[in-house]
């Protein structure tokens, strides 16, 4: 039986994408910072953060908290002054894995917090154990009943954690359970932009964190209102790069955050794509058929896991055989069975996935399993012959505006239900 979906795309393959895009906002930037405005015990204007559906329970959540949430032009008001710990029933939380994100701000406000266990893609086990760890290395208590609801409280009276694996949920939930705390560090730290994001959002709150190496540091301080600005989707602009190759279109990137994506270009580049940085923006030129790659996932500033369901369907057309390991889930190879409808040749050994390129795919009726799997089969459908149906009820968690700009660009879609 095909999984359930609230949405069927119809895309026309084959059409070459020609023109500039605007990539969005960063979904995955603007989750903690989100759950970081209940630190500020006040009023937050978050600017250029726009409406994905994550977003949209994240401030559900917010308002349970008792926080006054309101969208305003090109961003959203959070006034966290009223906020109060409350359990979020799993209905919410089960949606979406940030959910588990409340946790820190709260414990360091209240010294308590309770929530269901987070849900989200279903990639793989995804614990949250470490995080737990990184609450009881600072002193606090932490129990997870039966039916999956998580509670810590206590006091943070330790200043130093050390996280037992390199994770980005845990290091931006240790950062803020700590951040009230003057001199407090995290080590064994992620370095993602996200995290280095949200540093400096804590430090518009009063804060003083640094972020982005190792070693996250506290300067600690008051807390207090304040505006940040959501930086761009490094995710987003992987998918737009590979929807212009895929197409054997060309195009213009604007908002490509260049530094945060090195791992990803220089691979697209290895691979004989064309690719110019152009200020702010990426210019993918009309490219040659791309060859095989060999590459591994892995933290920051390691290639991105989520684009490796992006890539490899790219890879689905490339020369010769590709490798891919995928160092960080389990089970990120969903998008490699639907990919197979459409003609694609892959074999998967565990962690390790091969495909072996053929020269086109066939539009087919896929189903988007999580959420990059859904923008990666839309990256195949446009670069595939015929007409591609894809049963989707994850994209827009992601990505805003998305068919309303791939339109934009040439792009032949119809929503048909
Ligand atoms: C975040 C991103 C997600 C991205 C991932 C890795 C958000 C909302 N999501 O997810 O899009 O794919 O980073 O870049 O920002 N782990 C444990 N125990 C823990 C925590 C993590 O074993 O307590 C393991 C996970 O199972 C996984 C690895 O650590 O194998 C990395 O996960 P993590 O970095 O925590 O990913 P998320 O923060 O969930």
Redesign the pocket.
Known sequence: MLPSFERLLKIRGGIPLKGEVRVQPS???L??ILAATVLAEGPCRLSSAVPLR?VENMVEMLRRFGAKVEWCDGGIEVDTTDVHPQTIGRELTGK???SV?FLGPLLARFGEATTDLPG??R???????????GFEQLGYETKVEDEGVVHVWGEGKNRVVHL?????????NVMMASCTQAGASVLNA?R?P?IVALGNALSRFGFGVTAGDSEVQIAGGKPRGGEVEIPSDR?VAGTWAAAFLATGGEGRIVGYPHKDLRAFTALLLEGGARLEEDGDALLVLKSPRLKALKFGTG??PAF???LQPIVSALLTKARGKSRIVEN???SRSNHLNELGRMGARSWVDNRTFTIEGVKQLQGALVSSTD??CGAALVVAALGACGETLLQDRHISRGYHGFIASLESVGAQIEVCR
């Open positions: 979904k995955n930037a989750l903690p994550d979406m894995r940030a994100l989200g893609c990639i793989g086990e995804r614990p949250i154990d470490w995080h737990l760890s037992p694996g390199v994770s980005v949920g845990a290091t931006e992620a993602e996200e995710i933290a920051f991105p896991t989520d960080l889930f389990e959420l990059r």
